[in-house]
């Protein structure tokens, strides 16, 4: 349900500045066949693509996760068991992704627990985005591959770091690992 209204607002946003399938996929590097998949409810994008088609449309992230365009509150309060998944399917890797801010007006950052399974075979996908990223381990054993390096993170271990280096963090325990990772949008 949550990726149809998100598939939805993109292809509004998109069409309401004349944005082209392809002239967009373009401006921001990912295929119009992709883009048509997101749009069409076909492809769940993880947060990196997702970041990539907000800023390309020059709108937060967070707008794909509202409700309704209430921007009244000055604040937000999202109780541990009020927490939405917002990507079902995620990566091909199987992050699953929590929203852990309602926060209705503009801002800058998105706050989530991404739960990270435990993996037989190393992904090879990388990501990258602009803006910053943040990522707190909670439990478990983290390996951010970060361009070139891979660092590893443990509990109570964090990283703020430029997300433009194609990166991706991955289980390397053997358990499900939880990170509190913090998004945040460049200024538009």
Known sequence: MLEKKIAEKIRRIRKSQGLTLASFG??????????????????????????????GLGVPISVFFEDQDD????????????????????????FIYFALSNFKKKHLIQPFLVQYPVIDKQPTRLFDH??????????????????????????????????????????????????????IDKET
Do not use: W
């Not at 883009?35 to 907000?54: D, G, H, W, Y």
């Not at 000055?74 to 890797?93: D, F, L, N």
């Not at 707190?136 to 430029?162: C, S, T, W």
């Open 130 to 183: 602009p803006g910053e990223e943040f990522l707190f381990v909670l439990k478990g054993q983290m390996e951010l591959v970060y361009g070139n390096e891979k660092i590893r993170l443990g509990p109570g271990d964090a990283i703020h770091f430029d997300p433009s280096v194609p990166h991706r963090g991955q289980n390397v325990g053997n358990e499900v690992s939880e990170c509190l990772v913090v998004v």
């Open 71 to 94: 921007d009244a509150a000055s604040y937000s309060v999202t109780p541990s068991h009020g927490r939405r998944q917002v990507i079902r399917r995620g990566t091909r890797a199987g």
């Open 26 to 55: 373009e401006a921001i590097g990912l295929s119009k066949a992709l883009l048509s998949r997101i749009e069409n409810n076909q492809v769940a994008p993880p947060i990196a693509t997702l970041s990539k088609i907000a800023n």
